[in-house]
């Protein structure tokens, strides 16, 4: 069945160093994948999202990359602040649309001042 | 422009009981997922309605189903509550046809004991 794979399952990183987490998806259909940041307590917030007609997307310290040829794509942080620091989740789907969204394990990332 | 809002938010219940939760989408969404986050992991798919309809369901048995109603709210119910059944109970916004985007709720955090 669907699969989506995400490592590191931890990561810490100096301020204003880069961070970068990476998910590997087992449907070749698979079309979109979005990406989550939740803080303690709080709701998953879509940060990002690329579709599979794109090999990459940027919105300011943020960039998300898509290889479907080794069907994996990763989320960069630039210049990291102490507020990025939450659980990430990526995610896949397919069809058209707002579909099922099949989510990684989550990494938990933590910026060190 | 009222975002995604689930009530209640906390909830104890006790084995074997029933239990509503309940979801009104984003303003101009028509479309209602549920999903399940257990302690220290992803969401995972329990269903979306759409046109009042169940479109797509997860792997969940027959003890959890749903509904939408015509103002595109919806309800989550699930019976013969078991211990498993405790975790963050999140509801999803999107408009289904026209975009890939989904909108998390704050969710319901169940308690079974």
């Known amino acids: 069945g669907e699969n989506v794979e995400q490592h590191p399952s931890t990561l810490s990183v100096q301020e204003g160093d880069s961070a970068v987490i990476k998910c590997t998806y087992s449907?070749?259909?698979?079309?979109?994948f979005p990406w989550y940041k939740q803080e303690l307590g709080k709701r998953p917030q879509l940060i990002i999202d690329?579709?599979?007609?794109?090999g990459e997307k940027k919105d300011q310290r943020i960039a998300v990359t898509l290889n479907k040829t080794a069907k994996h794509f990763s989320l960069h942080i630039t210049e990291t602040q102490p507020e990025d620091s939450a659980v990430y989740f990526c995610?896949?789907?397919?069809?058209?649309?707002?579909?099922?969204?099949?989510f990684g394990q989550g990494t938990r990332l933590t910026i060190n001042p | 422009d009222a975002g995604v809002t689930q009530s209640p938010t906390h909830l104890i219940k006790t084995r074997g009981q029933q239990v509503t939760l309940r979801c009104s989408p984003k303003s101009g969404h028509d479309t209602v997922s549920w999903y399940q986050q257990a302690l220290g992991q992803g969401p995972q798919f329990i269903f979306q309605?759409?046109?009042?309809?169940?479109?797509q369901r997860g792997n969940f048995p027959d003890r959890f189903s749903g509904h939408q109603f015509p103002n595109y709210s919806s309800e989550l119910n699930v019976n013969a509550l078991l211990l498993g059944d405790s975790a963050l109970y999140l509801c999803a916004s999107s408009k289904r046809t026209s975009r890939y985007e989904q909108y998390f709720g704050p969710g319901t955090r169940l308690t079974v004991t």
């Open positions: 309605y759409y046109e009042e309809e169940e479109r």
């Open positions: 995610a896949a789907s397919r069809g058209k649309g707002a579909q099922k969204l099949v």
């Open positions: 690329i579709r599979s007609n794109v």
């Open positions: 449907d070749s259909a698979s079309n979109y």
